[in-house]
């Protein structure tokens, strides 16, 4: 149980494109998602929280307009980097709780996506 | 504000050693802590957690002690593989629901 996956898991887009990056919960209700971002031989950077049905509380820095993140149900999450740029180039990983089970801080981590943008 | 301090990598241990990965935490309140392991091009797989103090977190041969009075949570395995090679995650849940990671910890393990 609680599997968490991410499509695609890999993705190569052209500089000023816009890139969806979705998040599911497989086999649980996930009330509250999370965004982080990984560059290379570093430890996670959590870029936001997300609550289903809610907006999304960005971490100081990131910027709201350029990652787009939508919970619209307890099983989807979506990340959208808009206007892609290569220094946007990462691995983005999320992460789903289910914060009804009383198991608090309990994430489940997706395989991560790597975006190329060229 | 909390805080994660993981020792610096990369560690390189032959095959059947013993493993030590350092982890301390500043926090206020009584945290949960974790620890997380990544391997090669994968997200991220809870390996343990502790609670509360005291407590011991196993999994696979792997422990971790939640010692309040040192605020560590030290990463321990008695005989290394090479399939434990990952880079290893300490990290400390706060009341927000948000985990706050640690640097990471690559740990290379040869035949």
């Known amino acids: 149980g609680a599997v968490v996956s991410q499509h695609p898991s890999w993705v190569i887009c052209k500089s000023g494109t816009s890139v969806k990056i979705e998040c599911r919960s497989l086999?649980?209700?996930?009330?509250?998602m999370f965004w982080y971002r990984q560059f290379p031989k570093q430890s996670l950077m959590l870029m936001a929280t997300?609550?289903?049905?809610?907006?999304?509380?960005?971490e100081q820095g990131v910027e709201k307009d350029k990652f787009l993140i939508n919970h619209a149900s307890l099983t989807l999450s979506t990340l959208t980097v808009t206007s892609a740029h290569p220094e946007d180039s990462s691995f983005y990983i999320c992460?789903?709780?289910?914060?009804?089970?009383?198991?608090?801080?309990?994430?489940?981590f997706g395989p991560g996506t790597r975006l190329t943008v060229l | 504000g909390n805080s994660v301090t993981q020792m610096e990598g990369p560690v390189t241990l032959s095959e059947e050693a013993f493993l030590t990965i350092n982890c301390t935490y500043t926090?206020?309140?009584?945290?949960?802590l974790f620890w997380y392991v990544q391997y090669p091009g994968e997200g991220l797989q809870l390996l343990l957690k502790?609670?509360?103090?005291?407590d011991k977190g196993s999994n696979k041969g792997f422990e971790a002690t939640y010692r309040k009075e040192t605020t560590s949570f030290h990463l321990e395995k008695g005989s290394v593989q090479v399939s434990d090679s990952a880079v290893y995650f300490c990290?400390?849940?706060?009341?927000?629901?948000?985990?706050?990671f640690g640097q990471g910890t690559t740990l290379q393990v040869k035949p």
């Open positions: 992460s789903a709780t289910n914060t009804g089970t009383g198991r608090v801080n309990e994430q489940f």
């Open positions: 086999d649980f209700q996930a009330t509250t």
């Open positions: 997300s609550n289903e049905g809610s907006k999304a509380t960005y």
């Open positions: 926090a206020t309140g009584y945290p949960s």
């Open positions: 502790a609670t509360k103090a005291d």
């Open positions: 990290a400390l849940g706060s009341n927000t629901g948000k985990l706050i």
